[in-house]
Each structure stands twice: as structure tokens, then as C-alpha cells.
């Protein structure tokens, strides 16, 4: 079955680029929808973005103005950069295939187990 | 930045009925979006536990139901059990945000 891994520094200075990346494993990235997910310590979830394998993309409106998602089919991989970081941003980051069959109920499934990233100098 | 309201935490004996609401408004649940349920178990990843407001993954255990009604929908958990003990999500779409959103999240207690 379809599995996630994040990968990505752990530690990031404040002002600098959290970039993570997500590799898909033992399915297809084609045809699917991909979004990554936070969650700030001991808070709850909050939905980032995601992409199409064809490059199509929508943001969280609320990051939108820093956040930049993309996608590599030939590696089987998809990319997360968030801008100019502050403490605020230091969460769990998941990254997740979305399953559905309309365009607006689609559900997360599988998740990556996560990756801390902390905002510090 | 939650728009879907769940309460914090609920609680039961093994073996009872416990049930957590999950409440939107016309732009995302009310308008008719569908909700997922996810379970995440201390220091794990959430898992889908229910999607499209009723249906159940495989291996899921059927003590897991979901429905949905108006601008609200409930997870209950019947025959609890000592393993249930976890944080829920609620997830849905939102119309106005043109994005998905989550639920505050309930943790819910085994006593």
C-alpha cells in the first residue's frame, strides 16, 4: 500500500525557508491530489496546501502568501517551502494523499508519520 | 483558525456510548461538504476513521459510526474500550476559505 515519508531539516532560524520534502512509495503519484498539514505542539490540525500531480495547487489562505507547494512525478515526490518562519511555525508537519470523488470532499489518506520542525536560532 | 467546533474532551466507562459532536456553519458543513473523522493515537500520525459522514475504512471497527445532519455531525463510539483513548478531528471543506479545515479537536478518556 501507499506509504509517505517527510523529510527535511529539523531546525530552522527564524526569517528562513522551511523546506520539507514528502516521498511516495509503493503507489502511484499520478492521479491523486497531495496535501501537506501541520500541527503545532499540543494543537490541533491545520491544512497547508496541496497539489495535483499535474501541478494544479490551492492554498490556505492564511499562508498562502508564503507558502509554495510543488510536485517531481519522476521521483515520486512532492515539496513543501514555507517563507520567512517565526516561532509560529513550529509544528508536526504532515504530508498526505487525498482521496476522493468530488472536488470538495475529499478526505486524507494515508499520512506520513510527521515530521517536528522547530522555528529557533 | 478552526472552523469546526468539537468539545475539548469526553469520557467513559468500558464498554459505554460516548459521542462527539463536530459543528460548522452554511459554508462548509451546512453547505453540504462532507465530513471525515480522523483518530490519532498519542504521538502517531491521524488515521481516517470515517469519510464521507458515514463510511468506514476497512478494518475499522464497526463500534465507529458517523453521521451528519444540517450544519453538524457526530462521531460515536460504542462498547468503548481502553484503546479508543485518543484525540478525534472532525475534517470538512469550507467554501469561503476555498480550502479544508479541521475541527478543534475532543480528546476522549477511558475511565
Known amino acids: 500500500q501507499v506509504q509517505l515519508q517527510e523529510s527535511g531539516p529539523g531546525l530552522v532560524k527564524p526569517s528562513e525557508t522551511l523546506s520539507l520534502t514528502c516521498i511516495v512509495s509503493?503507489?502511484?503519484?499520478?492521479?491523486?491530489?497531495w496535501s501537506w498539514i501541520r500541527q503545532p505542539p499540543g494543537k490541533g490540525l491545520e491544512w497547508i496546501a496541496y497539489?495535483?500531480?499535474?501541478?494544479?495547487?490551492n492554498y490556505n489562505p492564511s499562508l498562502r502568501s508564503r507558502v509554495t507547494i510543488s510536485v517531481d512525478t519522476s521521483k515520486k515526490q512532492f515539496s513543501l517551502k514555507l517563507r520567512s518562519v517565526t516561532a509560529a511555525d513550529t509544528a508536526v508537519y504532515y504530508c498526505a494523499r487525498m482521496m476522493g470523488g468530488t472536488g470538495s470532499s475529499y478526505w486524507f489518506d494515508p499520512w506520513g508519520q510527521g515530521t517536528l520542525v522547530t522555528v529557533s536560532s | 483558525q478552526s472552523v469546526l467546533t468539537q468539545p475539548p474532551s469526553v469520557s467513559g466507562a468500558p464498554g459505554q456510548r460516548v459521542t462527539i459532536s463536530c459543528t460548522g456553519s452554511s459554508s462548509n458543513i451546512g453547505a453540504g461538504y462532507d465530513v471525515h473523522w480522523y483518530q490519532q493515537l498519542p504521538d502517531t500520525a491521524p488515521k481516517l476513521l470515517i469519510y464521507?459522514?458515514?463510511n468506514r475504512p476497512s478494518g475499522v471497527p464497526d463500534r465507529f459510526s458517523g453521521s451528519k445532519s444540517g450544519t453538524s455531525a457526530s462521531l460515536a463510539i460504542t462498547g468503548l474500550q481502553a484503546e479508543d483513548e485518543a484525540d478525534y478531528y472532525c475534517q470538512s471543506h469550507d467554501s469561503i476559505l476555498s480550502g479544508y479545515v479541521f475541527g478543534t479537536g475532543t480528546k476522549v478518556t477511558v475511565l
Open positions: 464521507d459522514n458515514t
Open positions: 509503493g503507489g502511484s503519484i499520478t492521479s491523486y491530489y
Open positions: 497539489i495535483f500531480y499535474s501541478g494544479i495547487t
